[in-house]
C-alpha cells in the first residue's frame, strides 16, 4: 500500500462542474504539497499548505493534518484545467508522492 | 525572471552508458532537488542539494549520484545505465532548504530514453 493514496486516479466532467480530488496519507506528515502536471511533463506548483485552507482563484486546497486528509477543489472547471494532479506528501525529511489524478474537462 | 532550465531537454542512450543531466535554478534560489518520473513508479525523489550540501537522498542505487555547483546549478549522473532508468528527470528549485519552507519551482524536465 503506497504511504499516499489519491482518489480517483481518473476523473472526466463537463466544463463548469465542481470538482473534487482527494488525498490521504498514512504517516505523520508536517505539510502537503498539490502540483499540476500538463502533457509534455512540466510541472506547476498549486499550493503548499500544512493546515487549514488555501485558495488561488478557482482553486481550493484543504488540509486536516489529525485526519491524515487533503482535498484539492476546482470550481467552474474549465478545458485548460485538464491536467494530472499529484499530492506530495512531506514528513519524516521524505517527500512522498501520490499516483496522480487525470483530470479531463469536456466543453 | 528565467524558471528553472534543465537541459538537455531529450537524450538517447545505450545500456552501460552514463548520462549527465544539468538543471540551473531560479536566480537568488539556493536548493535544488531532482525527481524520476516512470510511468510504473510515478514521481520519486534522488537529491536534494543545498549550498553545495546534499541534504537529503532518496532510495536509488549508488549508479545516481549529483552534486551542486557554488552558483546553485546542479547536475545528476546516471552511470553503467539500464533500460528502467528510462524516464523523465525533473529538477525543482526553491528558496531555502526543506520541502515545506516554500513553493517548488518545476524545470520542463529532461526525457531520457535507454535502448
Known amino acids: 500500500k503506497n504511504e499516499v493514496e489519491q482518489s480517483p486516479q481518473n476523473l472526466t466532467a463537463q466544463e463548469g462542474e465542481f470538482i473534487t480530488i482527494n488525498c490521504s496519507y498514512s504517516?505523520?506528515?508536517?505539510?502537503l504539497h498539490w502540483l499540476q502536471q500538463h502533457p509534455g511533463g512540466g510541472i506547476v506548483s498549486l499550493f503548499m499548505l500544512s493546515s487549514g485552507k488555501k485558495k488561488h482563484g478557482r482553486l481550493i486546497a484543504t488540509i486536516n493534518i489529525q485526519e491524515k486528509h487533503s482535498s484539492l477543489h476546482i470550481t467552474a472547471s474549465h478545458p485548460r484545467d485538464s491536467a494530472v494532479y499529484i499530492c506530495a506528501a512531506i514528513g519524516n525529511e521524505k517527500l512522498t508522492f501520490g499516483t496522480g489524478t487525470r483530470l479531463t474537462i469536456i466543453p | 525572471k528565467a524558471g528553472v532550465t534543465q537541459t538537455p531537454r531529450y537524450l538517447i542512450k545505450t545500456r552501460g552508458q552514463q548520462v549527465t543531466l544539468s538543471c540551473s535554478p531560479i536566480s537568488g534560489h539556493r536548493s535544488v532537488s531532482w525527481y524520476q518520473q516512470t510511468p510504473g513508479q510515478g514521481l520519486q525523489f534522488l537529491f536534494e542539494?543545498?549550498?553545495?550540501?546534499?541534504?537529503n537522498k532518496g532510495n536509488f542505487p549508488g549508479r545516481f549520484s549529483g552534486r551542486q555547483f557554488s552558483n546553485s546549478r546542479s547536475e545528476m549522473n546516471v552511470s553503467t545505465l539500464e533500460l528502467g532508468d528510462s524516464a523523465l528527470y525533473l529538477c525543482a528549485s526553491s528558496l531555502l532548504a526543506g520541502w515545506d519552507t516554500g513553493e517548488l519551482f518545476f524545470g520542463e524536465g529532461s526525457r531520457l530514453t535507454v535502448l
Open positions: 504517516v505523520g506528515i508536517s505539510a
Open positions: 542539494y543545498f549550498s553545495e550540501t546534499q541534504r
